[in-house]
């Protein structure tokens, strides 16, 4: 396990033991959207605010530039599908962990939604992949949420628990799930598996106001970090919010603060 130790190190801050990592594997889903366009551009402002790491697709790596495995941890996503699909929750493998290997990863990231008609294969996949990941010391952040038919509200804590807790049984060493929507039911989540939970941003939220108090409930939780996309590559001051979010999870600084200074 000392490989996974030393990239782990690459993701969390060493002083606080807790990370900003901001996803940008949404092309593949969405497209060319605004802030993924230019990607190079915008991990740069990541950088220059101060974020842990980003998670991108293989073939991104070589667009990326010199802040990644500088300033930056690289995660590299195995999973997709396109919101165009029959079913977009459906998430499929594209890549292998050797294929990340020979990249210069310091983690992986797969995608499994809990509550669909193809959670089993989903499911098969992350196992295959945990045990993979495990033989060459390489970290893997499990993206869980539940999603599907069988699901009534993706926010409710007993089945974000459960997508939380199925992360951890099969092998992931780091699990990106929704907050809930109170520190009270996200302590349940945070203590109801032994690995770290960072939280998903979700869609572009309404004020800069409501994303940096869900991120400090989220810490007071007990969360290890965020894990936070379109809110940050598509914001208006890139490198002042990723600097905002970094305030509050590696210094604990109250929402009403100055975090911009």
Do not use: W
Not at 98 to 108: M, R
Not at 154 to 169: G, I, M, S, T
Request: with cysteine.
């Amino acid at each position: 396990m000392v490989g996974k130790t030393i990239r782990l190190r690459r993701i969390f801050d060493q002083k606080s033991e807790k990370t900003v990592i901001v996803p940008m594997d949404h092309g593949i889903s969405m497209g060319p959207v605004k802030g993924i366009a230019d990607i190079r551009d915008t991990i740069d402002k990541i950088a220059e605010g101060g974020a842990s790491a980003i998670v991108i697709h293989k073939g991104l790596v070589q667009y990326a530039g010199p802040a990644v495995g500088n300033k930056l941890g690289l995660i590299v996503h195995i999973s997709a599908s396109t919101s165009i699909s029959a079913d977009p929750n459906y998430k499929r493998l594209v890549a292998s962990v050797s294929d990340v290997v020979t990249l210069g990863a310091d983690a992986i990231s797969i995608h499994c939604n809990v509550g669909g008609g193809k959670e089993d294969e989903m499911v098969a996949d992350f196992g295959m992949v945990a045990d993979e990941c495990r033989a060459v010391g390489m970290p893997l952040l499990a993206m869980c949420y539940p999603r599907g038919p069988n699901v009534k509200n993706q926010f409710d804590p007993e089945a974000v628990k459960h997508c939380a807790r199925l992360a951890a049984e099969l092998g992931a060493d780091v699990v990106k799930t929704n907050y809930t929507g109170s520190i009270d039911s996200f302590k349940e989540v945070v203590r109801g598996t032994p690995i770290p939970v960072v939280i998903a941003g979700g869609p572009k939220m309404k004020s800069d106001s409501d994303l940096l108090k869900m991120v400090y409930d989220a810490m007071q939780a007990g969360a290890r970090g965020v894990s936070i996309g379109r809110n940050v590559f598509q914001h208006d001051d890139v490198v002042g919010i990723t600097k905002a979010l970094g305030r509050i999870v590696f210094e604990g600084m109250r929402p009403q603060d100055d975090y911009r200074r």
